[in-house]
């Protein structure tokens, strides 16, 4: 039985990618059922899981001699609890209360729940590094490919907008006047940041393999893996890329020359470099420079010659200074300028809707033109208001519910993301056990030569990976495909510290 269960946990990470699609998130399959249907598999997948995994009594005797574990799992209990009496009650200036709904958000908390229980399986399942190398190189390999094949036959999804993409990769070099989000690709997955955030970690482990067993397969991986970097058109796929292969170099040298417990491989290194400088050759030509180049333009037009708008505002306030004709005339002002003043049309009429708050927008038009072009900083400033307008001083211990926070907008830097929307308790008990994992395997690996083996050196710059592209682009802690993958690594992480230990 044991095996078995290892078996399902090991292809139900492999089947992650295509829980990705983005059909399943969108359209009639994502009307199908109140929840999404991936999300429902993977309950069942997890439940399943389990059923098998304490099947076996010697597992239900070790977890009851793990107290540590008990006492985790009872204060996650009591928390989702008091959670979910805080945030029933809520003062908005929406009177859809942002769409809250108690049994949206139990689903949410099942779901947060469902890496941990990955991890925790993973972890008592004793993986092989074999069985690791096999899943690293499939999930890489289906996320990669499917973005290469996609963006060669111009099929692809677009990472930035609805629809397809209008060039492929070798149209970039001869147009320079397609546009980023016609040229960034995302295969046909859901969200480009989450597989961003995954491709940045598996960065060093596919440099790993290179230099571990250097072959045609090996090579053919990091290059499709790099391409696919460079078209998702993301800042962390495109800069990740660059930055990890250096970085995964430099830790092979480490233990090549300093630990001496890794072989020297020259044609790898070359592999390695020659690919890290081809990307840097193509970054210019990318949508990730030409989004950039279009944002810095964006940003100092939004501050283009607003005498007129400013000058009808003044008019306005001061013929309204206060009241419903104030508000009104507001309303009008927003509606009729928002795009002058470059604000984000989501933002407005559907996150926090002008309409409610029209003083909060105003606020926001009076502000540099380079901030209200920063999305994350207009997310954090309409969380805040929320906040401010509930003003519950228990919201920042347990949150104002993820329900409210998707519906205004995901805020892009995990981490304060979870704090909104779980509360400081729910996120260190949430989140914080994949930092605490890192931070123990740090701890073994400075304090234990045995830990010091290039296997493991390498699971640490891909855990850093992943919670630095969390907290940079955000979109990855709350999505299970990159919460699920992460869990089952920190999962491996833990099975070879063991092993050495």
């Given amino acids: 039985m044991k095996e078995k269960t290892k078996q399902v946990l090991y292809y139900f990470i492999l089947l992650q ?69 805080h945030v029933r009650n809520f003062t908005s200036v929406n009177p859809s209360n942002y769409g809250y ?8 908390l099942i779901r947060m729940a469902l890496p941990l229980a990955t991890m925790y399986f993973t972890k008592e399942s004793d993986f092989s590094a074999q069985d690791l190398a096999n899943v690293i190189k499939w999930i890489s390999g289906l996320f990669s490919g499917t973005i290469v094949i996609s963006n060669l036959f111009v099929i692809s999804l677009r990472s930035y907008g609805e ?18 989000s016609h040229m960034a690709s995302k295969g046909f997955f859901n969200f480009s940041n989450m597989v961003s955030a995954v491709l940045f970690m598996l960065v060093p482990f596919m440099v790993y393999y290179l230099f571990s067993e250097f072959n045609w397969k090996n090579t053919v991986l990091l290059i499709m893996q790099a391409l696919a970097m460079i078209e998702l058109g993301t800042k962390v796929a495109a800069f990740g890329l660059i930055g990890g292969i250096v970085i995964a170099i430099l830790i092979h040298a480490a233990h090549a020359f300093l630990f001496k417990n890794a072989k020297k491989n020259s044609k790898a290194l070359i592999t390695a470099l020659v690919i890290a400088m081809a990307a840097v050759g193509i970054l210019p030509f990318s949508p990730t420079i030409q989004r950039y180049n279009y944002e ?13 708008e400013k000058q ?70 309409m969380l805040n208001q929320v906040v401010k307008t509930n003003n519950n001083k228990l919201d920042k211990v347990f949150g104002i519910s993820y329900t409210r926070e998707s519906n205004i907008f995901n805020l892009e830097r995990d981490f304060m993301s979870q704090v909104y929307s779980l509360g400081w308790i729910g996120m ?69 510290i063991k092993k050495q230990l």
């Fill in 17 to 85: 990618p295509f829980l990705d699609l983005y059909w399943f998130y969108n359209g009639k399959l994502a009307e199908v059922l109140p929840f999404t249907l991936p999300t429902i598999i993977r309950i069942l997948a997890v439940f399943a899981i389990f059923c098998m995994f304490f099947s076996q009594k010697q597992n239900w005797q070790k977890l009851g001699r793990d107290k540590w574990l008990i006492a985790y799992l009872v204060l996650l209990v009591i928390y989702s609890i008091l959670h979910l009496w």
């Fill in 101 to 108: 709904s108690a049994g949206s958000e139990i689903f949410y």
């Fill in 163 to 180: 629809g397809r993409i209008s060039a492929n990769i070798f149209q970039w070099f001869v147009n320079s006047q397609i546009g980023y």
């Fill in 296 to 308: 810095k333009q964006l940003a100092l037009q939004s501050d283009h010659d607003l005498s007129k």
């Fill in 312 to 381: 009808e505002l003044a008019a306005g306030l001061k013929k309204y200074p206060k009241g419903e004709k104030r508000e009104e005339f507001l309303r009008d002002f927003i509606e009729k300028n928002y795009e002058a003043y470059a604000l984000n049309k989501r933002f407005v009429f559907k996150s926090y809707p002008y309409k409610y708050d029209p003083e909060f927008w105003l606020r926001i038009m009076r502000e540099p033109g380079d901030l209200r072009m920063q999305n994350r900083h207009l997310e954090l400033a």
């Fill in 428 to 496: 260190i008990l949430f989140i914080g056990p994949y930092v605490g994992i890192l931070l123990y395997g740090v701890f073994k690996w400075l304090t234990n030569k045995r830990v010091r083996t290039y296997l493991i050196s390498t699971f640490l710059a891909a855990t850093v990976f992943m919670l630095a592209a969390a907290y940079s682009s955000g979109n990855v802690m709350d999505f299970l495909t990159a919460s699920l993958i992460l869990a089952f690594t920190e999962g491996n992480l833990l099975i070879q």
